[in-house]
């Protein structure tokens, strides 16, 4: 089995090749190639993953590559997880939205629309390469904005799955609140990417007993102190909504928060320094714990988990929704009645080699519906300014969008992306 790893320059990816290790039963890799322009980082990366297979006496020969057509070349499943721009563009982001008063987020509102500008070409430009060298490949997105990109995809006809650690985060916390297993605990976890609640908790399976009301009433505070949210609030949902819900529910809050601490991007970019300190160490063999503060936690065990399961190994349904279920990113198709079948939803999902086909979900109500309504409309409008460009196509996607929604503001965002990013965008 050959995998490919697009963007495996990253700092990130030795947590990835950890879950390799970990759960080579699960996923029995016989070739890794990690896939990145960024040669000097990829070397240092791939080094470190050598090592650490060899630590878990794993068998799978690891490659490196400039390359993109070699990696693909054969490859069962590619992950991408690319940040084209790198941590610079990210920063910028993060930083010109606050000008204006808004969220400077390099997935939510304006910076991640910028983002989308500048992935969506790159991603499907991949997924292209990917489809002449095997049709038959999967393609497994953690590239944010993970909604978007995988919409991109799935309308191009691609193989694609979009994937994201939030629900295997919040798995996890509620298996250890509640002492069980992470495999017990089902989520009732609906919307979209970095736009999701969690509407039930339930032990066993889809079926079975819903005990979230109990951990609200026994560990609310806790909850919401994760979240950064109000613990009123998440008893008045009767739901635990994801971190990403911050920026809606509490956006002046986080604008004057945001605007008097350095960037996220530069504390990752001086945490990535001394990693790669770390990884050029030829005496080191596991993920250092710096590498717990990077983000993307349990990303390792969710990508496994889904590419065992696409690729018909049958041993990867234990994923982030629990009971034999995968919290994955994958075509509406009536799941939510109230959005568009080609909108993309993140839902728990039966994942097989045939792909991801949603479960069921309970219904909602407009406190929900509207907000999902109104980003997936955003989402529809930013997919159509990646693909054919344009100021207005920008401009009405951030008109669109919950968090801008005024007509100056939504002007005077677009020209600050548009002057940020235009060495990425071809028709700027």
Known sequence: MKLAVVGGGSTYTPELVDGFARLQD?????????????GDRLELVG????????????PAAVTTTGDLDAAVAD???????????????????????????????????????????????????????????NPGAWIIDFTNPVGIV??????????????????????????????VEPGQVHLDHVGLNHLTWEFGV?????????VLPGLLARHGAAIAADLRLPEPLLHRLGAVPSYYLRYFYTHDEVVAEMRERPPRAAEVAAMERELLEMYADPALDT???????????????????????????????????GGGAQVVNVRNGGTLPFLPDDAVVEV??????????????????????????????????????ALRGGRDRVFAALLAH???????????????????????????
């Open 26 to 38: 699960t996923l029995p890799v016989t070739e890794l190639v990690l896939a990145d322009p960024a």
């Open 47 to 58: 080094g470190l993953a050598r090592r650490m297979l060899a630590r878990a006496s794993h």
């Open 75 to 133: 490859a069962d499943a590619v992950l991408l997880q690319l940040r084209v721009g790198g941590q610079a563009a990210r920063e910028r982001d993060e930083t010109w939205p606050l000008d204006c008063g808004c969220v400077g987020q390099e997935t939510t509102g304006a910076g991640g629309l910028a983002k989308a500008l500048r992935t969506v070409p790159v991603v499907l430009d991949i997924a292209e390469r990917v489809r002449r060298a």
């Open 150 to 179: 995988t919409r991109a995809l799935l309308n191009e006809g691609h193989r694609a799955v979009g994937l994201c650690n939030v629900a295997i985060g919040l798995q996890r916390k509620f298996a250890a609140l509640l002492d």
């Open 202 to 210: 339930r032990l066993g399976g889809p079926d079975g007993r819903n």
């Open 287 to 321: 993920k250092p714990e710096l590498l717990a503060g990077r983000g993307g936690a349990y990303y390792s065990e969710a990508a496994v988990a889904l590419a065992a399961a696409l690729l018909g190994d049958g041993r990867g349904g234990t994923g982030e929704a």
């Open 348 to 385: 728990p999902a039966a994942v097989s080699p045939a792909g991801a086909e949603p479960l069921p979900v309970p219904p909602l109500d407009p406190l929900c519906t509207g907000l999902i309504s109104a980003v997936t409309a955003y989402e529809h409008l930013a997919l159509d300014a």
């Open 402 to 428: 919950p968090l801008v929604g005024r007509y100056s503001l939504a002007e005077k965002l677009t020209d600050r992306l548009l002057a940020h990013n235009r060495e990425y965008l071809a028709w700027a």
